[in-house]
């Protein structure tokens, strides 16, 4: 097979991993702080809305909506639903799980509120960029240990783990199939932690101009202790180079100390 030259990755405009799926889930208040934090108990049954293939932007590029003044970020991890499921029990549930992936659940937090339901706030032209990898399960390690950070003009304005959803991704997948068959390619986006500009003080909401971010997915690992699990981070591409293994990793400190080729794989360590 021929090859030609690499293009470099600020000369193209990615799309999203996932550019037409049947379905676009997302579950909202899934992380107990971020119920907390809006005042309201995490649901015991999972809440879920729709977004629709339009929310879907290359490139994560967004033109905010003119007609709102209150856009809000929330960073999520979002999983792909890879084989038909109906009905599937929760111990099963990662068998039908292709790949996880990051989203950005933006909102309209002025048009979410205007009615009893929040759809007229998520469904704006461009409101879930995501990608702009998907990353396989035996890549992405335990779906309870998945990290996500988001970070706005340099500033950490959210950070947790899929270790403190309220309603675990097994458990999703098993709720939502018992209500409708997930279909190959169907994306289900998990919820969105402590830390959204809605209830800042003062508050923070996203400027009306173009929206503008990497979506750097890095992956990092230790080789020399398999203890270590894999964890995603997006941090508008400006992850630091080095970072602390997972605590799993016993006896020694370990950090991350080189770029993997890939675009989308950082791979460590250097034990020290």
């Known amino acids: 097979?021929?090859?030609?030259?690499?293009?470099?990755?600020?000369?193209?405009?990615?799309?999203?991993?996932?550019?037409?799926?049947?379905?676009?889930?997302?579950?909202?208040?899934?992380?107990?702080?971020?119920?907390?934090?809006?005042?309201?108990?995490?649901?015991?049954?999972?809440?879920?809305?729709?977004?629709?293939?339009?929310?879907?932007?290359?490139?994560?590029?967004?033109?905010?909506?003119?007609?709102?003044?209150?856009?809000?970020?929330?960073?999520?991890?979002?999983?792909?639903?890879?084989?038909?499921?109906?009905?599937?029990?929760?111990?099963?549930?990662?068998?039908?799980?292709?790949?996880?992936?990051?989203?950005?659940?933006?909102?309209?937090?002025?048009y979410q509120f205007m009615t009893p339901q929040w759809m007229p706030g998520k469904v704006f032209d461009g409101s879930a960029p995501c990608g702009p990898a998907l990353v396989t399960p035996d890549e992405g390690g335990a779906h309870d240990a998945i990290e996500i950070t988001l970070t706005l003009n340099g500033e950490v304005m959210q950070s947790a783990s899929t270790e403190d959803l309220f309603h675990s991704i097994p458990a999703l997948v098993a709720h939502l199939s018992m209500l409708m068959t997930l279909e190959p390619g169907d994306i289900v986006s998990t919820g969105t932690p402590a830390g959204v500009g809605s209830v800042r003080q003062p508050r923070v909401w996203l400027k009306r101009h173009r929206l503008r971010g990497s979506g750097r997915l890095a992956l990092r690992r230790c080789r020399r202790h398999p203890s270590c699990r894999w964890t995603k981070n997006c941090g508008a591409g400006r992850q630091s180079a080095a970072r602390p293994c997972s605590t799993a990793c016993r006896g020694s400190s370990s950090r991350c100390s080189r770029r993997s080729a890939s675009a989308s794989r950082r791979s460590c360590c250097q034990t020290r």
């Open 1 to 110: 097979m021929e090859t030609g030259a690499a293009t470099p990755l600020a000369d193209v405009s990615l799309l999203p991993p996932i550019p037409d799926p049947g379905k676009l889930i997302c579950i909202g208040l899934n992380y107990l702080s971020h119920a907390e934090e809006g005042g309201v108990e995490a649901p015991e049954t999972p809440t879920f809305f729709a977004k629709f293939t339009n929310a879907l932007v290359p490139g994560w590029t967004v033109a905010l909506p003119a007609y709102s003044q209150k856009v809000d970020y929330e960073a999520e991890v979002a999983f792909v639903i890879g084989r038909r499921a109906k009905d599937v029990p929760e111990e099963r549930a990662l068998e039908y799980i292709a790949g996880y992936t990051l989203l950005n659940d933006l909102s309209a937090r002025d």
